[in-house]
């Protein structure tokens, strides 16, 4: 898929986790040329220059330990530093951590800070379920596509119901990986309105290649009202090509694997079409959305990314897969 | 010097002897105002590939429509309409207008993105 | 006996008529097809290397189709079903095929001519390690041509490669594959280690060594440690693909991250096992490079014990982003960057090295300068991924692929090189094509740092690892294009170096060449059996102390200038000071080691593909083999004392602790323990991790009164075996043979009742981790009675027979050793299991 949305730590967004990591890279990259450069002259000076008395003590305790332990000390203790700043929930106890780290205590659910925006991710061969839990309302839930508000950090919640997979945002922050039988967590922030890129970044089986999504960050109330939107049902529809569209979804049997809320298709094997139409990819971050690639994805689903769980649909008129393509295109 | 540029020449004259061979190279230019290089990157941007196979486009491996490779040395435009560029600009923009039961969507582009797009099937071998 | 140096040489000229050529005799090569059954160390360590640098090139063409794939996006050379078995097999035959075979196998060729030693103590051994590496590992590469390859990557990680996931044929062959290629590292571990330790020459204290035996030392202690975690690993995860025993199924009482546990446990020493002998290598040449002894020799030995302790405590920093609290993941953070010290301490010790003296310029040094150029860069990346924030970032992007290439090419690949123009005419008695060597150095370096160089970006630019395709507008197109080329140049490189040792590389059999003034015994004059005779060594660098000394060892005027024995022998000396104390006697070629091996390769392939009869047979030919062959390996003591000059007679045989057998044997059961080590681990970790109870509450703990009843059968054979130890002094041999068979059935009870103490209750393997584990330990216990059993029934025949007596006595050693290890195991397995009942 052609896009250029930000998907590099390189590029980080505005006062996001990233953009902090961006600068302890900088130190890095700085630092750790000047090494380079420094040791490799000393070796080539050795090899060309003349034999000379030397003060070995000296280039062992100096070069070899002093020289070390100094930078590593320095470097350790600002990189903990950065860490703590991108990880502030959690415990403060180091010895609980430190056994924690062996699986003594109890890692997996810890409660989150006040005011975050809770967003469950879950990682699937080879697409990503985003849930959006509202006591009291309408659960949303959608897929490859996250959206969060700008002036509020999110905690994404992350799981998995097959393999390992690990949820990467460049622009936005590290990663952290989906575990089966744990629940990981991982915290996006920015102030920065845009769309960003994050992949699988843990080798998840035959098509791990193709397995993205996009974060769509934007100012409050646009995100309310993009939430708000998201949690209204999908109708049946007036339209007469519209309608050929949507009983073709009911007789290809669409509706055992996926859900529209609104009507009776339940399934919840496959990602939820609710809102289809809104989203910006099909396919996990593979193609664009429109309903060309709709359609080329329903008709040539094991084509387009082989092995995947959706077969391809071979039962359909031309007719009937315009016009489904162009109903499912409709559930914005 | 005199002998290496005779052979140079000659060198010439002969390769351009083999290009006028290559099939579908002796075809005159058909499109006018159609950019080939714009053509291949509106196909990559609206992902053509997923559906056909596409020689040169990344990723244009799809079996669900047919394969456009030699565009230029075939007779029909979707197996009946004549091969004529102003037919494959149209088929390209809105194929459900053309023949209503085609498969093939009408996508919303610009006429000049159908028009690339066209230049560049029939320049691509 | 002599712990200082003789006051004159031990053996005057002229020699005695025939001596010499009764030595020529006995260590002559074997004609035609005999020739495969050598055992003699020079034979088989070029047959390994050869071998290794065969899969160098399988697995370098793996990468080179892998890297036309990703010339540009959306490449459709490959599907991603054979780019997955592509990217799997190159790390598996790079890390378990080339890297970690390659450097024991330069351990087998050079150890012993750097140690003034005829052969390591174990040939056979050596040649068996081989056979079942280059035959079984020639086959498991042949999967990629039948779609069989494993595609879960060389880390395999659970459940992805599980049975759910991954059913067929294809994971199987990772995990059993590399079962024999563990039991090969695992046999020349054994090899180096007591080779290391006993047949060292006289004189030569541990602080007298040379640099490379200190590395060779220190990485066969971290296999020794270091396979133990992955053989149970492979184990437990066929277990779980094989028969639905949950150990890494978080549903069902396992965990996945144990596996990762296990695997980096193994994996990230894997990595200094494979960097330290090439470190080793590094220091010997520089120092001869430069024509003036290494400085800072007691800080490198330092440096490269912290680098072997630090490798195992930092394996989570391959977790970082597994979601582990992040104050625990900065202890890891810590270790990982302190791991950097004693390398930079290196590295510092050779750059003064280089400039206290005049440094030949000469192709091992350019090799040694692209390793320094490659290596410090690789290091510097592997500080930035210790850092933990960081590694968020970085983890399983092209940035970590680039590291590790550049750690991998530039700690191993390249000494590794400056080792092949160095070394090679110790071997062919002349230099390689200094010409082609600058060629392929240059080509290679800009090879390396065009390949991997750009691949930083391109992690950094948002491209994770193992992708067989990958979207273009990221800005990621031009850096794979560049590695791609880099990619093709680098290995143009390589081709030179190989194509220069088709054309110049000639194996010689009398070799008299030391071409870069070298003080170090392996370029004293060599021939098949070693040298002539062997010195005492009083200084580091033997031949830069005492210029006559190859004149001297050639003419026979050392220890040992002909056979004593009349058959191929060495002299084994004390572990740590070095004093002669016997002479041991080598077996010679034999078909034995390589039926073994094969059978051995065999046995593992046949039962992946699931075909019974095959594996059976492999299995006991492998069996049958090594029985005839250990039946050879206890040869009667003479009772005489030989001569091996200046007044120093020795035995022919010596038992106890003093026995180069005994060290095996205690190697082995260090591997041993640690796969036990391991299983508790296992035991102990799910127990912690698993929130359903452990057992759950609907499973039962084993019988109390089994277990009881089976730690007391444990007892009453030892005390049986200790009875029969106090009976063999005594002549008793009735009462021995008696004895050992009453312990025997110990062993077998005990077994029996414990395996009852989980039979009995409603535990069933395929149910929960905890009877999963359970169940796997008394297996493991099983495996062990069947191995007593070969003990003992190989020693009662042997008492049967009067091959053993109060002086013949190693193979009852052995077993004894063996038995009382096999005991402590038990009891302990059986308190494991019960242990949650403590909890209760």
Known sequence: MESSHSASVLHPASDSGAALIDQLGTALYVGGAIIFVVVMALAIYGVFAKARAINARGWILGGGLAFPIVTLTVLLMYSLAVGNGLNAIGSSNALQLFLECFGIGDARERTPADGLLRVHVVGKQWWWEVRYEQPGRQEVILANEIRMPTDRAVELVLSTTDVIHSFWAPSLAGKVDMIPGRTTRLRLQTSEEGTFRALCAEYCGGQHALMALYVVTQETTDFDAWLASQARPANEPTDPFLKTGYDAFFRGECHECHTIRGTPAEGTSGPDLTHVGSRKSLAAGTLNNHIGTMAGWIAGAQDVKPGNKMPSSLAYSGVELRALSAWLGSLE | MAGRMFRFIGLLLTSSWLVACIPGRDYEPRIIGGDPDQGREALARYECGVCHVIPGVPDAIGKTGPALDNYSRRSYVAGKFPNEPEVL????????????????????MSDKEARDMAAYLYESD | ?????????????????????????????????????????????????????????????????????????????????????????????????????????IGILLLPAMQGARDLPFPRLSAYAFWAYFVGGLVFFTTIFFDLAPDGGWFMYPPLTSYEFSPGLRTDFWLLGIGFIEISAIAGAIEIVVGILRTRPPGMTLDKMPIYLWAMLIVGAMIIFGFPPVILATA???????????????????DPLLWQHLFWLFGHPDVYIIFLPAAGLV???????????????????????????????LWVHHMFATGMPHLSLSFFSAASMAVAIPAGLQVFSWIATLWRGNVQRTTPTYFLLGFFGVFVLGGLTGVMLAVVPYDWQAHDT?????????????????????????????????????????????????????????????????????????ADG??????????????????AGIGIVLLDLLLHFRPAGKVNTNPWRAGSLEWLPQDEYAIRSIPFVTNRDPLWANPSLPEEVDAGQHYLPGTATGVRETIVTSPIDARPQYVLRLPGSSWLPVLAGVGTA?????????????????????????????????????????????????????????????????????????????????????????????????????????S???????AVSVAAMYVSNRMLPQKRMGAVGLTLTAALAGVWIAFGLSLHALLETNLQPQLHGYASTAYTTVAWQGLHAVLLTLMAGFTLVRLWLGMIDPVRRVVFDNTRIMWYYCAAQGVLALLVMSSPRLAM
């Open chain 3, 283 to 313: 220091s010997m040449m520089v120092a001869t490079m430069a024509q003036t002894p290494l400085i800072g020799y007691r800080w490198i030995v330092v440096a490269m014990l912290a680098t072997g302790t630090i490798s195992f405590a």
């Open chain 3, 398 to 470: 092209y940035f970590v692929v680039a590291h590790l290439h550049y750690v991998l090419i530039g700690g191993m690949l390249f000494p590794v090189f400056a080792g092949i123009y160095y070394w090679a005419p110790l071997i062919s008695g002349r230099q390689l094509s200094e010409r082609m060597g600058t060629w392929a150095c240059t080509i290679m370096f800009i090879g390396v740092n065009l390949t991997f160089f750009p691949m930083h970006i391109a992690g950094l630019l948002g491209m994770p690892r193992r992708v067989w395709t990958y």
């Open chain 3, 602 to 706: 065999v046995f593992f392939l046949a039962l992946t593909v699931k075909w019974m009869v095959i594996a059976v047979l492999g299995a006991i030919v492998a069996l049958v083999s090594i029985l005839m062959w250990l039946w050879q390996s206890d040869p009667a003591p003479s009772g005489k004392l030989f001569d091996i000059g200046g007044g120093l007679s020795l035995p022919d045989y010596m038992t106890g602790s003093n026995s180069h057998s005994w060290w095996s044997m205690v190697v082995l059961m260090l591997v041993d323990g640690s796969i036990f080590a391991c299983l508790i681990f296992t035991f102990f970790y799910l127990w912690t991790v698993t929130l359903s109870g452990f057992p759950p509450e609907s499973l039962e703990l084993p019988l109390i009164g089994s």
């Open chain 2, 89 to 108: 600009v149209r088929w390209i923009a809105d194929a459900p207008a053309m023949a209503p039961q085609t498969a093939m969507p009408a996508i919303a």
């Open chain 3, 236 to 254: 437990l995860l066929e277990l779980e693909r094989a028969f639905h025993w949950p150990f890494f199924l978080a549903e069902k009482g396992g």
């Open chain 3, 474 to 491: 990221y800005g990621l197109e031009i850096y794979n294009l560049l590695s791609t080329v880099g990619a093709f140049v680098f290995a």
């Open chain 3, 1 to 105: 006996m002599s712990s200082r140096p003789p006051d004159e040489l031990p053996n005057t000229l002229p020699r005695p008529a025939g001596e010499f050529e009764r030595l020529q005799a006995v260590w002559k090569r074997p004609r035609g097809w005999r020739v495969l059954t050598q055992v003699n160390n020079t034979a088989i360590g070029l047959w390994y290397i050869g071998a290794a640098l065969l899969f160098l090139v399988l697995g370098g063409i793996l990468a080179l189709i892998m890297r036309t794939q990703l010339v540009v996006p959306g490449n459709d050379l490959v599907d991603y079903d054979l780019y997955n078995q592509l990217f799997t097999m190159h790390g598996s035959v790079m890390m378990f095929l080339f890297a970690v075979p390659v450097i024991e196998a």
């Open chain 3, 708 to 714: 009881v009843a089976a730690a007391l059968a444990w």
